[in-house]
């Protein structure tokens, strides 16, 4: 299937879009040296070959013993350094690339990539010293407990101190402690949610694999790629939604379960005072019986 000389260039600056250039001197030639273009895309000569020998990159127009290039290979190489930013392999790229050239849409199928690849959750890693961290915990936070901290994926070593990779929890074990739950304690609660959490998550999930196993590995129609990532974003939040509605009944039960009889206990043995004396009123109750005498 041959391509338009600006099909590449149009759809990258859709997908990746970048600064205008200012005027009209800033903008790069239409034809390229090997070592021209290496420069433009931001890459190495080797890589540009590299990316030729596994198909990737189309061959250039050869003039003599020059190879000219055009917008569509900076296109093309400016493409490939997005996808591998985004943790694709030069394998994956050239699936894509393949399947693009034989008709699928490239935005669409990155359409959905998105929605599969794209956080579930907005919190943003914070950095903390040793001593901010010690000072959190107000003393819990041993040799021990930082190790499990750190096999847990809470913290991970920084430099000057500690990545914390999910703060509003440490947060949360923290305030914990301070109301005098122990730190071991927390922690082998969460070991223990996070291996439920995960098979929940593996099942909910499960749900959309049938619809892509559906094509048998082959790329799906572009009409149907819409709505597969439209399935995807609409799973996120209600799969949040059933988690977070599951927990909060759970957690109700266990309360009505262990806390609700221990209370009552606690107001079953509690001494009810005897009322006090009033002598007033002794002496005023003695006089009246007296009278009816």
Known sequence: MKLPQNALSLIYNSLFPTEKAKDSEALPPTEYTVDELAR?????????????????????????????????????????GNLLQRGYSLSNIKEMVGAWEQGSDLSQLLGLEKAITTPWTTEVPSHMSREEMLDLFDGELTEKNLKRAIDLGLVQPARNGYRVNQPRLLNAGAELVRLGVPLSELFDILQALRGNVERVAQELVGLAVPLIDHYGGQVPPNEDLPQLANLIW??????LIAVESEVQRALEAAANKFLTERVADLFRHAEVPSPQANPASDAATTDKNRKKD
């Open 40 to 80: 433009a895309a931001g890459t190495t000569v080797r890589n540009v070959r590299a990316y030729q020998d596994r198909g990737l990159l189309p061959p250039p127009e050869r003039r003599g013993r020059t190879g000219i290039y055009s917008d569509l290979h900076l296109s093309r190489l400016r493409l490939i």
């Open 234 to 239: 609409r799973l996120r939040p209600l799969a």
